[in-house]
Each structure stands twice: as C-alpha cells, then as structure tokens.
Nanobody, 123 residues
Framework: QIQLVESGGGLVQAGGSLRLSCAAS????????MGWYRQAPGKQRELVAI???????NYAGSVKGRFTISRDNAKNTVYLQMNSLKPEDTAVYYC?????????????????WGQGTQVTVSS
C-alpha cells in the first residue's frame, strides 16, 4: 500500500511563505515523477510543479519565480517552497507521484495522490 502524506499547509498573509512536504511510504521500488497540483473552490485541479527523478522541473506559469520544487530521493519526499504568496494561490494542494512497486519479479507502475493540504492566503 503506497501512501502520500502531505504537511505544511496553513494560513498566511499575502507576501508570506509556506513550505509543503510530501512523503511517500510503502514498499516502493522507484519513484519517477513527483509533483504538486492545486484546486481552488469552483475550479479544476491544475498543475503547480513537477520534478522527475533526474531533476527535470516544470512549473505552471503563474508560480514560476515564486515557487521552488525539490525532492529528496533517499527519503521519497518532495517539497514545495512557496514565496511571495498571493490570495489567488489559495487552494487545496495535492501531492502526486508516479510510483513503481515490485510484486515478486513484476514491476507495477501506478499514480498516487495525497489527501490534500489547505493553503489560504489572506489579502
């Protein structure tokens, strides 16, 4: 059973910072892509940032220059440092990971989601 557990959300004033963490646990063979998505009330879930195992990174245009994604492969953990937060960044932030498990000799790849953590930015 693979679990993604997020932490670090909360309430912050505009211009402030927060750091989100997401740790993957379970019998993990490897993790390729890890990333963060967010969903604001009444809107569709959208990509915030993703990072591959080799360190290739993509950001949504709305967060580029303000947010930084990183990962610790030894800890199966991905981070999102969010600076210069704006009220429009208010959303539930979800961790996402592309995880491969090993069942006997078979590699099985799957996509997993965390439970979400609320980020609220007040003006």
């Amino acid at each position: 059973q693979i679990q993604l557990v997020e932490s670090g959300g909360g309430l912050v004033q505009a211009g402030g910072s927060l750091r989100l963490s997401c740790a993957a646990s379970g019998v993990i063979f490897s993790i390729n892509r890890m990333g963060w998505y967010r969903q604001a009330p009444g809107k569709q879930r959208e990509l915030v940032a993703i990072i591959t195992a080799s360190g290739r990174i993509n950001y949504a245009g709305s967060v580029k220059g303000r947010f930084t994604i990183s990962r610790d492969n030894a800890k199966n953990t991905v981070y999102l440092q969010m600076n210069s937060l704006k009220p429009e960044d208010t959303a539930v932030y979800y961790c996402n990971a592309d995880v491969t498990i090993l069942v006997v000799t078979t590699r099985i790849q799957g996509e997993y989601w965390g439970q979400g953590t609320q980020v609220t930015v007040s003006s």
